[in-house]
T-cell receptor
């Protein structure tokens, strides 16, 4: 059984640029959630994807968007990067009917300069 | 909206001592409650969860937590700390399938 994987591990971008982060869900999991974890803080829910559609969103602006693919993998896209977007981005996968039991990937560390 | 508050951003115990990490929740309806652990440069690992069954929940690595509705608490305990328990611990609450709210975290240090 393969766990949740994320790529890249680290990323450095400049303010105003766009970034795409990728997540492969655990085998058999059909639901993917994304979180932003700023330094010294707990993760904050960005959004969740199920059946290739957004299913719930936290308090994040529209420049944060996502995709889910037929194989349940997912992307997080952030446009017009701001310095405050620097954080660890975590992906978590689950089964839809057990979405509270989430399995997290190692995260992507994004630094915006 | 639901939320959790973790009391103490940093807890330090001696190896073999009791570990107690505090979490209080706020929710208008019975919540699901969770404890996660995060080791450096890693994602979060689920330690245990409360889903309205038994109020005393046993998790992995010898941890357990007790749901106390009257105190709106879900404190995490372990009778005897091990060096490998040093990590960041997060309490989380969820009312539905897609909005999990995390606390700010408690860093546990274990002294030899």
């Amino acid at each position: 059984e393969t766990g949740v994987t994320q790529s890249p591990t680290h990323l450095i971008k400049t303010r105003g640029q766009q970034v795409t982060l990728r997540c492969s869900s655990q085998s058999g999991h059909n639901t993917v959630s994304w979180y932003q974890q700023a330094l010294g803080q707990g993760p904050q829910f960005i959004f969740q994807y199920y059946r290739e559609e957004e299913n719930g969103r936290g308090n994040f602006p529209p420049r944060f968007s996502g995709l889910q693919f037929p194989n349940y993998s997912s992307e997080l896209n952030v446009n017009a990067l701001e310095l405050d977007d620097s954080a660890l981005y975590l992906c978590a996968s689950s089964l839809w009917d057990r979405a509270n039991e989430q399995y997290f990937g190692p995260g992507t560390r994004l630094t915006v300069t | 909206a639901q939320s959790v508050t973790q009391l103490g951003s940093h807890v330090s115990v001696s190896e073999g001592a009791l570990v107690l990490l505090r979490c209080n929740y706020s929710s208008s309806v019975p919540p699901y409650l969770f404890w996660y652990v995060q080791y450096p440069n890693q994602g979060l690992q689920l330690l245990l969860k409360y889903t309205s069954a038994a109020t005393l929940v046993k998790g992995i690595n010898g941890f357990e937590a007790e749901f106390k509705k009257s105190e709106t608490s879900f404190h995490l305990t372990k009778p005897s700390a091990h060096m490998s328990d040093a990590a960041e611990y997060f309490c989380a609450v969820s009312l539905n399938n897609n909005d999990m709210r995390f606390g700010a975290g408690t860093r546990l240090t274990v002294k030899p």
